[in-house]
């Protein structure tokens, strides 16, 4: 069973609630950083939802050990692809995102649901942000999730490439997560604003 405190990813501790932001480059550092945030998870009997860009999200969990069809079968693991969250390739919408991640967390959390903290890693879509006007929104969306569930029991770890979104983006990322994980490293962020 898993302490609250118990490190993910070699160097990364996340506790119930954190909303965290892995900043990486190309495909490998993903796969590095998401792998055993979701298989620790799964051996935890977390729900896990693994959301992944430009790859079969089943891809990601190759080599971790995780057997990831019966997961899937057992309602374990959810596998979507960014393109399908971020409101469909279409331009980012706060609100459509925010109900497909409540009604998620509503049916493994809800009294249905078996689960007593939900995981997601979730890489966020470069062509759901494309120009200034689509940052603004992006950080509306980034409060607005953290508003929306931070009495929920998950751990959320959104994994943002900087090599396909640039470095416009890192203000965004700096001011809506309070840990960062670069590099293996950890980072309490200093910039981060809390929700109101």
Not at 40 to 53: A, F, H, Q, T, Y
Not at 96 to 123: H, K, N, P, T
């Amino acid at each position: 069973m898993r302490g609250d405190n118990d490190p993910d990813v070699p160097g990364f501790r996340l506790e119930r609630g954190d909303h965290a932001c892995a900043l990486i480059i190309g495909r490998h550092q993903r796969d590095e950083v998401m792998r055993p945030f979701v298989g620790e998870g799964l051996r935890d009997g977390d729900k896990c939802i693994c959301v992944v860009d430009s790859v079969h999200p089943a891809t990601t969990m190759e080599g971790s050990g995780v057997d990831v069809e019966a997961c899937v079968a057992g309602r374990r693991l959810d596998l979507w692809r960014s393109a399908d969250v971020y409101c469909s390739g279409r331009r980012l919408c706060t609100q459509e995102m925010l109900d497909r991640w409540s009604g998620a967390f509503d049916e493994a959390l809800g009294d249905a649901g078996s689960f007593g903290c939900v995981r997601v890693a979730a890489e966020v879509s470069p062509t759901a942000v494309r120009d200034g006007a689509d940052l603004g929104e992006l950080f509306r969306y980034e409060l607005a999730y953290d508003r929306a569930f931070s009495g929920y029991p998950l751990l959320t770890m959104c994994v943002y490439d900087l090599g396909r979104f640039g470095g416009g983006v890192l203000m965004t990322l700096l001011r809506t997560h309070p840990k960062l994980l670069l590099g293996g490293i950890v980072i309490e962020n200093p910039r981060y604003v809390r929700s109101p």
